[in-house]
């Protein structure tokens, strides 16, 4: 599994130390979608380091969950009360780089410049990240790596027998600066 928390607290520190004040953390909702609760534990270890850092840092953490119809597309769009509570900030960490692309889309069409204006940081490091509208800062997660380690995992399975004990394998993100 991914360290998302060590990830999350990296993200956060590096836009305290580029000076930004008012940072928070933003998951998305889709419709129909589960709670936030009952998300993968990313959810909830991104957010948890997210907190950790502004705690240390002396900070208040502000956490606000986005509505979408759906993760990405053409009509997937920010509400007007989303954008609001998001321009009280002047730094974002989205759940996701779709979810930053998302934000970044709302910014351009209201006339922001990014990170001027608003800066924006995520997770995944995938296509989200890659085609998005300028390098986002985000926290790469070891696909490849986690991956591997999961085929070497299920060959020992096979060698070893359905008893073998095999540990968890933990995988520590990458932050990439846009």
Same mark, same amino acid.
């Given at each position: ?11 956060? =520190? ?13 998951? =998305? ?8 609760? =009952? !998300? ?13 850092? #502004? *705690? ?9 969950? +986005? ?7 053409? %009509?997937? %769009? ?18 996701? &780089?779709?979810? @930053? ?7 351009? &069409? ?15 490091? &995938? ?18 790596? #986690?991956?591997?380690?999961? @085929?070497? !995992?299920?060959?020992?399975? +096979?060698?070893? *027998? ?9 995988? =520590?993100?990458?932050?990439?600066? *846009?």
């Amino acid at each position: 599994y991914v360290d998302d928390a060590w990830g999350a607290e990296q993200v956060t =520190r590096h836009l305290i130390e580029k000076g930004y004040q008012r940072i928070c953390f933003l998951h =998305r909702r889709t419709a129909g979608g589960p709670p936030i609760e =009952r !998300m993968h534990h990313s959810a909830a270890d991104r957010e948890a380091g997210y907190r950790k850092a #502004m *705690g240390e840092a002396g900070r208040e953490a502000a956490c606000h969950t +986005v509505q979408t119809q759906d993760v990405a597309g053409l %009509e997937v %769009e920010l509400r007007a009360e989303d954008w609001e509570w998001i321009a009280r900030h002047d730094a974002v960490i989205a759940y996701d &780089d779709d979810l @930053a692309n998302l934000i970044g889309r709302a910014a351009y &069409d209201r006339h922001l410049r990014i990170p001027d204006s608003l800066a924006v940081a995520s997770f995944n490091g &995938d296509y989200g990240s890659l085609c998005a509208w300028q390098r986002l800062t985000t926290v790469r997660i070891p696909s490849y790596e #986690m991956g591997r380690k999961a @085929a070497e !995992m299920a060959f020992e399975l +096979v060698a070893c *027998g359905p008893d073998a004990l095999l540990p968890s394998s933990v995988h =520590r993100p990458t932050l990439v600066l *846009g």
